[in-house]
């Protein structure tokens, strides 16, 4: 994907988020009765302003659209009429500016929700959770797992998709528990396996955690031919075709499509010759790998997917479709244990039992978007509901000049009975931003390292 795309991916989810997280404080302050003054996407110099409503507020896109802001009536921030008074943001009682700042991480919660109701509605195909042989040594060849197996459920649990397992053995992870796996074979035998994960070191579980745990989803060998071909990718700026079949690489022979896979990835940035088999006649095509990241390590992706025979499809994919209501309970279920999720990981890099380059800054963030652009839409909405549940973790942080540093202080003088002190918040504020300052160093210098060093 072209640098404009990857720009344009990162833009719009940026947007799209600020403007829900955005749209939660000011749709609770309307509510409220409080006057909101300015609603602003992005900050600094606005590009770009209206006035609407019975209240003339502004609305603007500023020029550096890292954020955004509500701004709303204070008589701590400038003069205010008398008639409007009560209007003010900082004349409401304790609860109503809890609920008010409270609202916007909610949005995000809530985005995130919506979208992935949404997509169980509609239906997705996922990959079966089907093993392949684990390496010695692992934890799960130590299980006794082997290659064809189907997981069926986790302690008791149904399983149904590689997702779903994924997520459920990253928890046990963190959390090192040991897990009960029921097990079909590829003869239909159903037995039971420990997987012990409580010896796993927080490293491990840094970029692919599944695959250091031995558990690998099995892919039965496929011809190195191309079935699709992804718009703006480096195979289309190639001249690279569906039904292009692919003979060697480099001089090399080529006989599966891991063979073509492993290549790629293992060239980011390089150039590659690939012999190809193009109705009847052979010739041989130049393509250069585009740099990506995948879990901290720097890979080459051609924009390619290869050609399966239908009954292969059938037997690894299954659809995930749920009607309204499990969908919406499903979606919040899964919200909710994306952000438990985040929070314990961050708890870890704070204690140190888990490593700082967790740290995505918007380099990465919009490396991500750009790649889930171009694998489809249904990947490209995954991500945005990733990137609004951390939005709104992250908001609920108790650090001063963000929501949750708010929050912190509206619950201080619920207990208390009176308002923190200015003295006390103006040193909340210092500690707050030096306390970002911090985190925007760590999450540049890891999306840097992952640029120039992989």
Sequence with gaps: MSLVQTLGAFVVALGALIVVHELGHYAAARLCGVKVLRFSIGFGRPIARWRRGADATEWAIAAVPLGGYVKMLDEREGPVAPHEAARAFNRQSVGRRFFIVAAGPACNFAFAIALYAALYMIGVPEARPVLAEPPSGTPAATAGLRAGATVRAIDGTPIATWQALRWRVLQAALARERLQLEVAAADGTISLHVLDLRDVRADELENDALDRLGLRLYRPPVAPVF?????????????????????????????????????????????????????????????????????????????????????????????????????????????????????????????????????????????????????????????????????????????????????????????????????????????????????????????????FSG
Excluded: C
């Design 227 to 451: 079935g699709r071909i992804v718009a703006g990718g480096a195979a289309e700026r190639a001249g690279l075709k569906p039904g292009d079949r692919v003979l060697a690489i480099d001089g090399e022979p080529v006989t599966t499509w891991d063979e073509l896979v492993h290549a790629v990835r293992a060239r980011p940035g390089g150039l590659l010759v690939l012999r190809i088999a193009r109705d009847g006649s052979e010739l041989d095509v130049r393509v250069s790998p585009e740099s990506a990241n995948d879990g901290g390590a720097r890979i080459g992706r051609i924009g390619a997917a290869p050609r399966v025979p239908a009954e292969g499809v059938e037997r690894l994919l299954v659809e995930v479709r749920y009607g309204p209501l499990e969908s919406l309970a499903r979606a919040t279920a899964k919200t909710w244990d994306i952000a438990l999720f985040s929070l314990a990981m961050l708890w870890r890099m704070l204690i140190g039992e888990a490593s700082w380059k967790h740290l995505s800054g918007p380099v990465t963030i919009a490396d991500y978007a750009g790649q889930s652009a171009q694998m489809g839409w249904v990947s490209y909405l995954t991500f945005l509901a990733l990137v609004s549940i951390s939005l709104g973790v992250l908001n609920l942080l108790p650090i001063p000049l963000l929501d949750g540093g708010h929050l912190m202080y509206y619950a201080v003088e619920i207990i208390k009975g009176s308002p923190v002190s200015e003295r006390a918040m103006e040193l909340g504020q210092r500690v707050g931003l030096a306390l970002l300052l911090v985190l925007m160093a760590f999450a540049f210098y890891n999306d840097l390292n992952r640029l």
